[in-house]
């Protein structure tokens, strides 16, 4: 979860106490909202193919 971008505007997204936020807009994430959006297909995790992507 350390190269997450916002897609939207894409700034990176930095571990903040119980989630993650932008640092270009100040979208935040709770960390139960991110295991449900990678459970459901919307954030990939960059394995193997770089920064992941949020659809969100």
Do not use: R, W
């Amino acid at each position: 979860m350390s190269n997450l971008i916002h897609k939207n505007d894409g700034g990176f997204m930095k571990k903040q106490d119980k989630g993650v936020k932008c640092q270009q807009c100040g979208y935040f994430l709770k960390q139960s909202e991110i295991t449900f959006a990678y459970l459901h297909g919307k954030i990939l995790l960059p394995l193997l193919s770089g920064p992941a992507k949020m659809t969100m």
